[in-house]
């Protein structure tokens, strides 16, 4: 599907040789979430190239944590990266529900900021830029 190959360009544009993207060929993982969840899959998949490195981190590498989940010192740790995805899915649901349905409240809506300014403005900014440079095809 078209959403795929995008998201699959966008992976390997860092992707290495000797170590492979922990997000290579995870495109229908992210668009069956989405579908399930009612979410758009160009922001989780955007979200996760951002907070993964486009799956290189060590975050991702080791504990399979594409999306940031659980923030410093308490990282979650997941047994696949699908299960990481589907995590990131039911989180950003349950965000949706309370209200927050735009990028810029999505964005701002963790616990490490309580503001449209600053910090999470300069966040959604860049998955804004993800969305407009690698997953628009």
């Keep these: 599907d078209a959403f795929s190959q995008a998201f699959n360009k966008a992976v390997a544009r860092r992707a290495k040789k ?18 399930e969840k009612h979410l758009n899959p160009f922001i989780s998949a955007a979200i996760s190239l951002y907070e993964s490195g486009r799956g290189m981190s060590s975050l991702a590498r080791t504990k399979n944590n594409i999306a940031g989940l659980g923030g410093p010192g308490r990282w979650m740790s997941f047994p696949t990266v699908s299960d990481s995805i589907a995590s990131q899915a039911q989180t950003l649901r349950r965000k949706v529900e309370s ?14 900021c309580a503001t449209n300014t600053g910090p999470c403005f300069l966040y959604s900014q860049r998955i804004i830029q993800i969305l407009q440079c690698d997953c628009a095809g």
Excluded: E, H, T, W
Excluded at 18 to 34: E, H, I, R, T
């Design 99 to 112: 209200g927050k349905k735009d990028l810029n409240n999505l964005a701002c809506s963790g616990s490490y």
């Design 18 to 35: 000797n170590a492979p993207s922990k997000l290579q060929d995870m495109g229908p993982v992210f668009l069956a979430q989405a579908q």
